[in-house]
């Protein structure tokens, strides 16, 4: 008897776990009767199911990421980059998501990635290289998830983000890019060197016109106070020779006799009466 207890005690405690089931806060579940679904989105706690009539299948709720292969795109100009991007995504209706990937994650991830290079290529068609470069990549990111979201959601995926994480040039177009760029930059090198040396010429110019401007002003203000100057000594010789003109002409000989007289190499050809000897014979 206690034998038959035990085992309906038993029977019971395992219909009842048969007969429950849990939903965590991570999770995302469908029920199925006779493999129908009759039920999705439960909330997080504890639910009743039918046994042996109805099934549960759980899925992961939280964040997940595809992280896509590196793809080539054509840009405005017709040349190719190598773009490397990654999606944030989580499953937003369970229902739709099982019954269009069957649940499946990696196929939702190749059905999203075709998705998300179909719109990056859409994108990186309207924009130059250069654009690409140096363009703010939240207006990339913006635009690829406005476009992926509409068809993600018929998937039941929720586009939580989209990064673009690197974008590469081809070894070709790498070459042609830096030459171009060096060749840009040569240009602009010359053409400060062409400005540079035009005011360099232009400083010079204007520096020798001061100089020349320089001179001449010095050699006019040297001019008037020579001319001041000897105007100044011939009034002053005048004066001096008014007052006594003898002892000035006594002085002027003296000055040329030592001036002519008593150097060496020095000869004269004179006449022992000329005016030159004049204080000679007068030793009165």
């Known amino acids: 008897m206690g034998n038959k207890i035990l085992v309906a005690v038993g029977a019971v405690v395992i219909l009842l776990s048969m007969s ?26 504890m639910h009743l199911k039918l046994p042996f009539i109805n ?28 773009v490397d991007s990654f999606v944030k995504w989580r499953i937003g209706d369970v229902k739709t998501f099982y019954t269009t990937v069957a649940g499946d994650v990696n196929q939702a991830n190749i059905r999203l990635d075709q998705i998300i290079k179909d719109s990056a290529r859409s994108e990186f068609s309207k924009r130059e290289i250069k654009q690409l470069v140096s363009t703010d990549r939240s207006a990339i990111r913006d635009a690829l998830i406005t476009n992926v979201s ?25 070459t042609s890019v830096y030459q171009r760029m060096e060749a840009e930059r ?22 020798d016109k001061q100089r020349e401007i320089i001179l001449a002003n010095a050699y006019r203000d040297s001019e008037v106070m020579r ?3 000897d105007a100044k000594a011939a009034d002053i010789f005048a004066k001096a020779y008014s007052e006594d003109s003898d002892f000035f002409a006594f002085y002027r000989s003296l000055i040329a006799y030592k001036e002519s007289l008593g ?3 020095n000869i004269m050809v004179l006449e022992p009466n000329s005016d030159f000897f004049k204080y000679f014979k007068n030793q009165k």
């Open 20 to 45: 429950v089931f849990t939903v965590a806060e991570t999770e995302r579940v469908i029920k199925f009767q006779l493999g129908e679904i009759v039920g999705a989105d439960f909330q997080p706690g």
């Open 55 to 82: 099934n549960v299948k759980k899925f992961d709720a939280r964040i997940l990421t595809m992280d896509s292969t590196p793809e080539r795109f054509l840009t405005a100009e017709k040349k190719n980059v190598i």
């Open 150 to 174: 509409p068809h993600a959601a018929k998937l039941g995926i929720t586009i939580v983000d989209v990064q673009v994480k690197r974008i590469d040039l081809p070894a070709e177009v790498s």
């Open 186 to 207: 040569a240009r602009v090198a010359r053409e400060f060197r062409s400005q540079g040396s035009e005011a360099a010429e232009r400083i010079r110019a204007d520096a």
């Open 227 to 229: 001319g001041e100057g």
């Open 263 to 265: 150097k060496s190499g």
